[in-house]
């Protein structure tokens, strides 16, 4: 599977230079660092949440939150996977909020995940049908679950990385992952759709 990443440009300058640039308040570098990372950005917050009409909303909230806590960033090389980082948390605290609503009878169950419009028809028929198996069944797992194994299966993460990115110790990473991956053979080896516990 091909890994996606959000990687800086080579063109332009550095990260760290765009780091140091908005830090001091310039508005053109604040500018470029969205215009360098937004298509990422939204493409990553797609393939967590599906087409969902909050995406937008949340990646301008995770560039707002980027934007006003630079001075946080302690090594401005590593802006994109800070980026990442914050995509990973803000997308899991929505979906909590959402499950935590649902149960409440204050929102409506979401729509499920249609895998169609993830999964590219180009890609080769195993990739596709994995990936089928993945969007099906990541609506049965707790939320911690779902994005360890959409950063692993779907985002090409490492464990270290998808512990990162999610702000865990890498055994809760590990523990997560085998979790959802347990799932997943279960899913592969039985293609019938599974209930939402």
Same mark, same amino acid.
């Given at each position: 599977?091909t890994?996606?990443?959000?990687v800086?440009?080579?063109q332009?300058?550095?990260?760290a230079?765009?780091?140091v640039?908005?830090?001091?308040?310039e508005q053109?570098?604040?500018?470029?660092?969205?215009r360098?990372?937004?298509?990422?950005?939204f493409?990553?917050?797609?393939?967590?949440?599906g087409?969902?009409?909050?995406?937008d909303?949340?990646?301008?909230?995770?560039?707002?939150? &980027?934007l *006003?806590?630079?001075?946080? +960033?302690?090594?401005?090389?590593? !802006?994109? =996977?800070?980026l990442?980082a914050?995509i990973?948390?803000?997308t899991?605290?929505?979906?909590r909020r959402?499950?935590?609503?649902?149960?409440?009878?204050?929102r409506?169950?979401?729509?499920p995940?249609?895998?169609?419009?993830?999964?590219?028809p180009?890609?080769p028929?195993?990739?596709?049908a994995e990936?089928?198996?993945?969007?099906?069944i990541i609506?049965?797992?707790?939320?911690?679950?779902?994005i360890a194994?959409?950063?692993?299966?779907v985002?090409g993460?490492?464990?270290e990385?998808? &512990?990162? *990115?999610m702000?865990?110790? +890498?055994s809760t990473a590990?523990? !997560?992952? =085998?979790?959802?991956?347990?799932?997943?053979?279960?899913a592969?080896?039985?293609?019938s759709?599974?209930?939402?516990?």
């Amino acid at each position: 599977m091909t890994r996606v990443q959000l990687v800086s440009s080579p063109q332009g300058p550095s990260d760290a230079a765009l780091v140091v640039a908005a830090r001091a308040g310039e508005q053109w570098a604040r500018e470029a660092i969205y215009r360098r990372y937004s298509g990422l950005a939204f493409g990553m917050a797609y393939r967590l949440l599906g087409r969902d009409h909050e995406i937008d909303d949340l990646v301008q909230e995770c560039f707002a939150q &980027a934007l *006003a806590n630079l001075h946080r +960033l302690d090594d401005p090389q590593a !802006l994109g =996977a800070w980026l990442a980082a914050l995509i990973v948390r803000t997308t899991q605290k929505m979906l909590r909020r959402r499950a935590v609503a649902t149960r409440l009878g204050l929102r409506r169950p979401m729509d499920p995940l249609d895998a169609d419009q993830l999964v590219s028809p180009n890609a080769p028929t195993d990739v596709q049908a994995e990936l089928r198996a993945i969007y099906r069944i990541i609506e049965t797992l707790p939320t911690r679950a779902r994005i360890a194994l959409l950063l692993r299966r779907v985002e090409g993460m490492s464990q270290e990385e998808v &512990a990162q *990115a999610m702000g865990v110790s +890498l055994s809760t990473a590990k523990r !997560l992952l =085998a979790d959802g991956e347990e799932r997943l053979r279960e899913a592969l080896r039985d293609p019938s759709p599974r209930s939402t516990p």
